[in-house]
């Protein structure tokens, strides 16, 4: 049975042997669905405008509707792009607060796109040197065999 570490680093059913060891790279993994990347940045949007208009409304009770705004983002997973969510991330994290601080920048900065080209590479050439069990989603180094 895989430890909670690595399945909080798991990006999907399939896929379960990777290469990375830095959750960015995961989470990159994980929202590549331009849709999904939308609906992301749909929630973010209604966070920091939930938080100013309860600052500017002087209203603290806006501020219980914060964790609705997640739900915005698992649902681009539900309908676009299903992976492992960890629940922790889902509920909170700061790991993931970073990554989607990180993933609005990078779209801002219409540099997103090369980061999923890159990581995308980066998995097939290490899955190509591996010997892949698909219907597992393990590996072995080649020279197991």
Known sequence: ???GQQLRYRINQQIL???FTDYWDIFILKHQHPLNIALH???IGFFYGLLLTAWICRNPWLLLGLPLTQLIGLTGHLLFEPS???RQ???FSWRASFCLGRLLL???QGQ???DIRQRRELLHNYQSSRKFDQSTGTASDATDL
């Open 112 to 114: 997103y796109g090369a």
């Open 84 to 86: 492992h969510i960890d």
């Open 106 to 108: 990078r779209v801002l």
């Open 41 to 43: 940045l749909l929630g």
């Open 1 to 3: 049975m895989p430890s």
């Open 89 to 91: 991330d889902a509920i």
């Open 17 to 19: 042997d990777h290469p």
